[in-house]
């Protein structure tokens, strides 16, 4: 077990998520939603941000990856592809951490596709001083400084996902 720090308490997180989901529910008034959650490292915000808003919302899920170990390798792939139509719906793109913005902006021409009716981005993290492509997510939950951060569905090489808080490793 590497030596994790802790960086943002679950009670921040908690505290964030209630002004998040108030955020999208004004936003949404009425409207079904559909969570596209990006696999894995999104999990754990997906489902408790979901848990706090009323609107209906169906889940589609797409697993990309552009990352090997610590550094992303600028290429995008889709692992595991959405399962459903999503023509016409609004569709709010959930993701862990905008870092470099290379998978973001891969998924928005990609589902510029499919005849969405709107397209947002909500990412639990962002880390601006990283950014290779320009890109802003609609909401956001905090901006992180330039650390690699592990812990609330974020990994390193596959561990500590499940982590309650937002962590860094003291390298
Ligand atoms: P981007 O395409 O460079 O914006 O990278 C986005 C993906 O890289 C995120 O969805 C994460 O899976 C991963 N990533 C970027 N920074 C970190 C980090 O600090 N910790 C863990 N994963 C990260
Ligand atoms: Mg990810």
Known sequence: MKDIKVLISEEKINNR???????????????DIVFLSI????????????KRIKNNIQF???????????ESTGT??????????????DVIIIEDIVDTGRTLSFLKKYLSTKGVAS???????????????????????????????????????????????VGYIEE
Request: glycine share 8%.
């Open 17 to 31: 998520l209630e002004e998040l989901s108030k955020q999208i529910m004004e936003d949404y008034k009425g409207k």
């Open 76 to 89: 995008v792939k889709i692992n595991k592809d959405i399962s459903n139509l999503i023509e016409g719906r």
């Open 39 to 50: 696999l894995k490292g999104s999990i754990f915000f997906t489902v408790e941000l979901a």
């Open 119 to 165: 397209l947002k981005i909500c990412t639990l993290l962002d880390k601006p001083s990283r950014r290779v492509i320009p890109i802003e997510a609609d909401y956001i939950g905090f901006e992180v400084e330039n650390k690699f951060v592990v812990g609330y569905g974020l990994d390193d090489d596959q561990n500590y996902r499940n982590l309650n808080y």
């Open 60 to 70: 589609e899920f797409i697993e990309v990856s552009s990352y090997n170990g610590h």
